[in-house]
T-cell receptor
Framework: DSGVTQTPKHLITATGQRVTLRCSPR?????VYWYQQSLDQGLQFLIQ???????AKGNILERFSAQQFPDLHSELNLSSLELGDSALYFC????????????FGSGTQLSVL | AQKITQTQPGMFVQEKEAVTLDCTYD???????LFWYKQPSSGEMIFLIY??????QNATEGRYSLNFQKARKSANLVISASQLGDSAMYFC??????????????FGTGTRLTIIP
């Protein structure tokens, strides 16, 4: 168990809908990262938050947004969903040290039908 | 150019044999970190081993070792005495410019390892 909690584990929705994925980092970790894993794109970095502030942005679509709350949990919002958004979405956390590894949650499998 | 290249999409290895998974990387930074993660069929990402660019010795973690060749920009994972439970996807990843508070990892495309009884 990595200590990173993601909910829900599975999500099935229709095109055009909006969903929210939730992540609770390991106790004490200040950084939260979101990754998307799909068969054609592999593991793609989406966005990082550090202690409530956006720190780095990757290949995140404008239809997607995220935030980190004062209690350090994070939410990834996906709107106007398309078939191609179907993927496994990972949240990871780290403590912010120079050689910190990322601890990954078990992921949310999103299926857009 | 790809930052992380894993040239072996799939590998089949006999149980108890050693296996080497290849990884090459591309960076102009002097400070960087290299990681290997394992993803079993259940889907979670499990950290295996870390090598810093300034580490003079190859990293080892139990049956895992990292063959770090800085001049060749390679960071191959070696698994000794493979077990059936080692069957999984293996990802090489890099963090560049070790800035505090920015530990974003860039991942390779992965190698699917299958251990044959």
């Amino acid at each position: 168990d990595s200590g990173v909690t993601q909910t829900p584990k599975h999500l099935i929705t229709a095109t055009g809908q909006r969903v929210t994925l939730r992540c609770s980092p390991r106790s004490g970790d200040l950084s939260v990262y979101w990754y998307q894993q799909s068969l054609d794109q592999g593991l793609q970095f989406l966005i990082q938050y550090y202690n409530g502030e956006e720190r780095a942005k990757g290949n995140i679509l404008e239809r997607f947004s995220a935030q980190q709350f004062p209690d350090l949990h994070s939410e990834l919002n996906l709107s106007s969903l398309e078939l191609g958004d179907s993927a496994l979405y990972f949240c990871a956390s780290s403590g912010g040290g120079l050689v910190e590894k990322l601890f990954f949650g078990s992921g949310t499998q999103l299926s857009v039908l | 150019a790809q930052k992380i290249t894993q040239t072996q999409p799939g590998m089949f290895v006999q149980e108890k044999e050693a296996v080497t998974l290849d990884c090459t990387y591309d960076t102009s930074d002097q400070s960087y970190g290299l990681f290997w993660y394992k993803q079993p069929s259940s889907g979670e990402m499990i950290f295996l081993i870390y090598q810093g660019s300034y580490d003079e010795q190859n990293a080892t973690e139990g049956r895992y070792s990292l063959n770090f060749q800085k001049a060749r920009k390679s960071a191959n994972l070696v698994i000794s005495a493979s077990q059936l439970g080692d069957s999984a996807m293996y990802f090489c990843a890099m963090r560049e410019g070790l800035n505090f508070g920015n530990e974003k990892l860039t991942f390779g495309t992965g190698t699917r390892l299958t251990i044959i009884p």
